[in-house]
C-alpha cells in the first residue's frame, strides 16, 4: 500500500491511503472508474440497477416483474411481486453449487475448542431445526424470539426460522429479563429459542433462568413454546407443556425441509434498537430487498472471495450479526468465523490469536474494541499484535461508531501490516447494510472518513429545510432515494415509522438518518459527526438517554429525578453520564458511592448492563430554565467537566452546579 500526504483539501491534513497493486489486483471493484460506473448506472436507470443486481446475486422461486413500488410512501416496497427464501439462497443453492462439504462456519468456543460445520451440515442442521419449529405448529408470519449467545446453534435457529417464514427477532445475549419480556411482548412471538447459559470470559451466565424470569413479569401469554440448546449442560428449571431441549426438537426430524416461498416484501426479522423518544422499536426488515443488499455490501465492501476466511466479530443479537454472519456471508457461499467469546479472555491477544489460528483474511470489528486493544498492546508486548502472525490477513474493516484518526492508523499498521485497506463501514439497524464506505480496491482512504455512498445509494447533506448544504458545511444526514434493504416499518406502529424517519421537515420525501455529517469540500468525502438525537453509543451500542432516566426514576423509592446525557470517553466512544436527584438528602462520600452501585445495578436489572451509568452526579436538583426544562447542553458541559459558559443566571439554586460537579 502506498501512503501519500494529501493536499490542503483535507479537513485535518491526514494522510490518504491507497489499496495496494496487488489488492487492486482481484478486487471486484477494482477502481474509481469502476466504482463512478456502477454510480452512473444506478443514477441512470435507478430500478434497472437494482432490478439486475437482485437477479445476478438472489436466487427466486417466483421471478419479480417490477422492482420499486412507490405507490404507498414512505412504505416502499421491493420487488413486491417476487418469491424467495433466505435459507434457501445461504445454504441449499450452495450445496447445490457444490460447495456442500465447503466449510461455512468455524465456531470457537470461549474455551478455545474449534468446531467446523460444512454447508451440507449446516443446511441438515437448520432442515431439522425448521421441521421440529413445524411440529410445534410455527408457521409463516409467526414471531420467534432468539436469546442466545454467539453460536453455530443462533446461526441455525434464525435460518430455520427464514426457511418456515417465521419473522425471527434476536434479543441480545446481555438484555435483562425485563428488557426480554418488553420485546416478547411487543412482537407477539408464538416462541422463544434460548440455551441453558452461555459462556463468556470463562464464566457462566444464565439465558434460560432470564427467560423464565421475563415470562413471569407477565405480558407473554402469546409464548407457546420455549426450546433449550445445551451449552452447559448444568442443572436448569424446565416447565412441563411448555419448554422442549433443542436436541429432544430435532429428535427423528428429516434433514430435508421445503423452504417456505415468501414473497420478497415478507418480514425477515424484527430487531429492537433504541430511538430518541420512548421504547426501543422493532425495526422491520424484508426478505429479498434486505437480502440482496447483505450480499452485495458483503461481496463489494468485504471484497469476498472463494477462499476468503470472514471474521465479523459483531453479536447476532445486532444488526452486524445479522447482515455480516447470519445473512451476508453465507449468501456468497463464504467461510466465516463465529466467536463465542470477549477479546479481553484468556487475554487481550484473543483477537491476534484467532486471526493466526484460522488464517482470517477479512476482519470486521468495532472502533471500541480497537481501542481497547491498543491499550492493552501498548501495557504488555504478549497481547500486542506483532506476537502473533497476521500475515493472512488482506482487508479490514470498522464499524458501529467514528473510528478516530489514531485508531484508525495503529489497526493499518500494527493488525494490517500497512497492507490492507480499511472500510470504516457507516450504516444503521434500519438501513440493513452498509450506506457509506470506501470500496477497498478502489476508494483512497483517509482516516476519519466512511468516504463516499455504496454504488447506489443516494446519501445527502441538508439543512433543517431539507436543502443541500454546500460541501464543506455541516448538516444534517439523509437518504434521497429508498433503497432495497431500507427499514420497512416499526413494528405495529406505522406512525412513529413516518415520524422518526420521514418526518414533514422533508416533505416525507427523504429518509433521515438521525446522524449529522460533513462533506470534505473537495474530496466530497463524508465524515459522521455524530448522532443529532438523543441516542447515545457507547462501544457501538445504541441508547436512547431516556430509556436509561426511566430506568433510574423506576428506582421509585430513592430517585426522585434523573437526566442523562453521553460524554465522550477514550475507549468506548461515548459514555453514560447520569444526573440525579434523590428523594432523601444528599449523600456524600462513602454513602453516595454506595447508592451510585445501587443505581447502577438498577439499570442493569431494567435494561442490561450495557446501559449502566459511568458516572452518577448527584443534586438536591438539575439545572432548568425558567419554565422548567432540563438544562441538557449545560448538563453535558458538566459531564465533559468543561468550564461553563452557558448563561446560568435563570438557575433558581446556583449551588447546585457545585454539588453536580462530583462523578461516583
Ligand atoms: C453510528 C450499527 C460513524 C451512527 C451498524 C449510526 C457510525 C449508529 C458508523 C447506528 C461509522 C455506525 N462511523 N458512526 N462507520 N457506523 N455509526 O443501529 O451514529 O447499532 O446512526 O447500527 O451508529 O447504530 P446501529
Known amino acids: 500500500m502506498t501512503a501519500t500526504t494529501a493536499g490542503e483539501s483535507t479537513p485535518t491534513q491526514l494522510t490518504t491511503y491507497l489499496p495496494s497493486a496487488e489488492f487492486v489486483k482481484n478486487a471486484a471493484i477494482p477502481s474509481m472508474d469502476a466504482y463512478n460506473a456502477l454510480v452512473k448506472e444506478a443514477?441512470?436507470?435507478?430500478?434497472?440497477?437494482?432490478?439486475?443486481?437482485?437477479?445476478?446475486?438472489?436466487?427466486?422461486?417466483?421471478?419479480?416483474?417490477?422492482?420499486?413500488?412507490?405507490?404507498?410512501?414512505?412504505?416502499?416496497?421491493?420487488?413486491?411481486?417476487?418469491?424467495?427464501?433466505?435459507?434457501?439462497?445461504?445454504?441449499?443453492?450452495?450445496?447445490?453449487?457444490?460447495?456442500?462439504?465447503?466449510?461455512?462456519?468455524?465456531?470457537?468456543?470461549?474455551?478455545?475448542?474449534?468446531?467446523?460445520?460444512?454447508?451440507?451440515?449446516?443446511?441438515?442442521?437448520?432442515?431439522r431445526i425448521a421441521n421440529g419449529l413445524r411440529a410445534m405448529g410455527v408457521k409463516k408470519g409467526?414471531?420467534?424470539?432468539?436469546?442466545?449467545?454467539?453460536?453455530?446453534?443462533?446461526?441455525?435457529?434464525?435460518?430455520?426460522?427464514?426457511?418456515?417464514?417465521?419473522?425471527?427477532?434476536?434479543?441480545?445475549?446481555?438484555?435483562?429479563?425485563?428488557?426480554?419480556?418488553?420485546?416478547?411482548?411487543?412482537?407477539?412471538?408464538?416462541?422463544?429459542?434460548?440455551?441453558?447459559?452461555?459462556?463468556?470470559?470463562?464464566?457462566?451466565?444464565?439465558?434460560?433462568?432470564?427467560?423464565?424470569?421475563?415470562?413471569?413479569?407477565?405480558?407473554?401469554?402469546?409464548?407457546k413454546n420455549v426450546l433449550v440448546v445445551k451449552r452447559s449442560g448444568s442443572e436448569i428449571a424446565m416447565t412441563a407443556g411448555r419448554d422442549t431441549w433443542m436436541d429432544d426438537v430435532v429428535k427423528g426430524q428429516s434433514t430435508t425441509c421445503e423452504p417456505e416461498w415468501v414473497e420478497a416484501e415478507h418480514p425477515l426479522f424484527l430487531l429492537y434498537t433504541s430511538g430518541s423518544t420512548g421504547k426501543?422499536?422493532?425495526?422491520?426488515?424484508s426478505t429479498g430487498g434486505y437480502l440482496l443488499h447483505a450480499?452485495?455490501?458483503?461481496?463489494?465492501?468485504?471484497?469476498?472471495?472463494?477462499?476468503?476466511?470472514?471474521?465479523?466479530?459483531?453479536?447476532?443479537?445486532?444488526?452486524?450479526?445479522?447482515?455480516?454472519?447470519?445473512?451476508?456471508?453465507?449468501?456468497?457461499?463464504?467461510?466465516?468465523?463465529?466467536?463465542?467469546?470477549?477479546?479481553?479472555?484468556?487475554d487481550a491477544g484473543r483477537f491476534?490469536?484467532?486471526?493466526?489460528?484460522?488464517?482470517?483474511?477479512?476482519?470486521?470489528?468495532?472502533?471500541?474494541?480497537?481501542?481497547?486493544?491498543?491499550?492493552?498492546?501498548?501495557?504488555?508486548?504478549?497481547?500486542?499484535?506483532?506476537?502473533?502472525?497476521?500475515?493472512?490477513?488482506?482487508?479490514l474493516g470498522s464499524v458501529g461508531e467514528p473510528i478516530n484518526p489514531a485508531a484508525w492508523e495503529w489497526y493499518y499498521k500494527h493488525v494490517g501490516g500497512s497492507k490492507c485497506p480499511i472500510v470504516d463501514t457507516f450504516w444503521q439497524t434500519e438501513t440493513g447494510g452498509?450506506?457509506?464506505?470506501?470500496?477497498?480496491?478502489?476508494?483512497?482512504?483517509?482516516?476519519?472518513?466512511?468516504?463516499?455512498?455504496?454504488?447506489?445509494?443516494?446519501?445527502?447533506?441538508?439543512?433543517?429545510?431539507?436543502?443541500?448544504?454546500?460541501?464543506?458545511?455541516?448538516?444534517?444526514?439523509?437518504?434521497?432515494?429508498p433503497w432495497p434493504s431500507m427499514i420497512r416499518n416499526i413494528w405495529g406502529d406505522p406512525e412513529r415509522f413516518k415520524k422518526s424517519y420521514y418526518p414533514d421537515d422533508f416533505k416525507g420525501k427523504y429518509y433521515l438518518a438521525g446522524d449529522g455529517a460533513i462533506r470534505d469540500e473537495k474530496t466530497g468525502y463524508f465524515t459522521i459527526t455524530g448522532r443529532i438525537d438523543d441516542v447515545l453509543n457507547v462501544s457501538g451500542h445504541r441508547m436512547g438517554t431516556m430509556e436509561i432516566e426511566s430506568a433510574l426514576v423506576s428506582c421509585t423509592d430513592l430517585v426522585a429525578e434523573a437526566a442523562v446525557v453521553g460524554r465522550p470517553d477514550d475507549t468506548t466512544g461515548e459514555a453514560v453520564c447520569a444526573f440525579v436527584v434523590l428523594k432523601r438528602s444528599l449523600p456524600m462520600g462513602d454513602e453516595a458511592k454506595a447508592i451510585a452501585k445501587q443505581l447502577r445495578d438498577h439499570v442493569?436489572?431494567?435494561?442490561?448492563?450495557?446501559?449502566?451509568?459511568?458516572?452518577?452526579?448527584?443534586?438536591?436538583?438539575?439545572?432548568?430554565?425558567?419554565?422548567?426544562?432540563?438544562?441538557?447542553?449545560?448538563?453535558?458541559?458538566?459531564?465533559?467537566?468543561?468550564?461553563?459558559?452557558?448563561?446560568?443566571?435563570?438557575?433558581?439554586?446556583?449551588?447546585?452546579?457545585d454539588q453536580l460537579g462530583q462523578a461516583y
Not at 456442500?100 to 454447508?119: M, P, Q, R, W
Request: hydrophobic share 40%.
Open 43 to 127: 443514477e441512470t436507470d435507478y430500478e434497472g440497477y437494482w432490478g439486475r443486481l437482485a437477479k445476478e446475486l438472489l436466487s427466486w422461486k417466483v421471478p419479480f416483474t417490477q422492482v420499486l413500488d412507490e405507490s404507498d410512501a414512505p412504505f416502499f416496497k421491493w420487488f413486491a411481486d417476487g418469491k424467495l427464501n433466505a435459507s434457501y439462497n445461504c445454504l441449499d443453492r450452495n450445496v447445490e453449487k457444490g460447495l456442500g462439504d465447503k466449510t461455512a462456519i468455524i465456531f470457537e468456543a470461549d474455551g478455545g475448542e474449534v468446531t467446523k460445520i460444512t454447508y451440507k451440515a449446516l443446511l441438515d442442521k437448520v432442515c
Open 142 to 223: 409467526d414471531r420467534v424470539v432468539i436469546y442466545i449467545s454467539m453460536s453455530i446453534d443462533g446461526v441455525a435457529a434464525m435460518q430455520a426460522c427464514a426457511r418456515i417464514g417465521a419473522t425471527h427477532s434476536v434479543v441480545f445475549g446481555g438484555f435483562s429479563a425485563q428488557s426480554l419480556r418488553d420485546r416478547v411482548e411487543d412482537t407477539g412471538a408464538v416462541a422463544i429459542i434460548t440455551a441453558d447459559h452461555q459462556v463468556r470470559g470463562g464464566k457462566l451466565l444464565p439465558l434460560k433462568s432470564i427467560v423464565d424470569e421475563a415470562l413471569i413479569l407477565g405480558g407473554c401469554d402469546s409464548i
Open 280 to 285: 426501543p422499536k422493532g425495526v422491520q426488515h
Open 295 to 346: 450480499a452485495l455490501t458483503t461481496k463489494w465492501t468485504f471484497d469476498l472471495k472463494a477462499d476468503d476466511v470472514f471474521w465479523c466479530t459483531a453479536d447476532i443479537g445486532w444488526v452486524t450479526g445479522h447482515t455480516y454472519i447470519t445473512y451476508g456471508p453465507l449468501a456468497l457461499g463464504g467461510t466465516e468465523i463465529v466467536f463465542e467469546g470477549v477479546p479481553t479472555y484468556p
Open 352 to 395: 491476534w490469536k484467532m486471526i493466526q489460528d484460522h488464517k482470517c483474511t477479512v476482519f470486521y470489528t468495532a472502533p471500541t474494541a480497537i481501542r481497547s486493544l491498543i491499550k492493552a498492546a501498548e501495557a504488555k508486548d504478549s497481547v500486542h499484535p506483532k506476537s502473533y502472525d497476521l500475515s493472512s490477513l488482506r482487508l
Open 434 to 481: 452498509h450506506m457509506i464506505t470506501p470500496m477497498p480496491g478502489a476508494t483512497p482512504m483517509i482516516p476519519g472518513s466512511c468516504t463516499l455512498p455504496f454504488p447506489g445509494i443516494q446519501a445527502a447533506i441538508v439543512d433543517e429545510t431539507g436543502k443541500d448544504v454546500p460541501n464543506g458545511q455541516g448538516g444534517i444526514l439523509v437518504v434521497k432515494k
Open 604 to 657: 442493569g436489572k431494567e435494561i442490561g448492563p450495557i446501559a449502566k451509568p459511568k458516572d452518577i452526579r448527584f443534586g438536591e436538583n438539575l439545572p432548568k430554565t425558567r419554565s422548567g426544562k432540563i438544562m441538557r447542553r449545560l448538563l453535558r458541559s458538566i459531564a465533559k467537566g468543561e468550564a461553563i459558559t452557558q448563561d446560568t443566571s435563570t438557575l433558581e439554586n446556583p449551588a447546585i452546579l
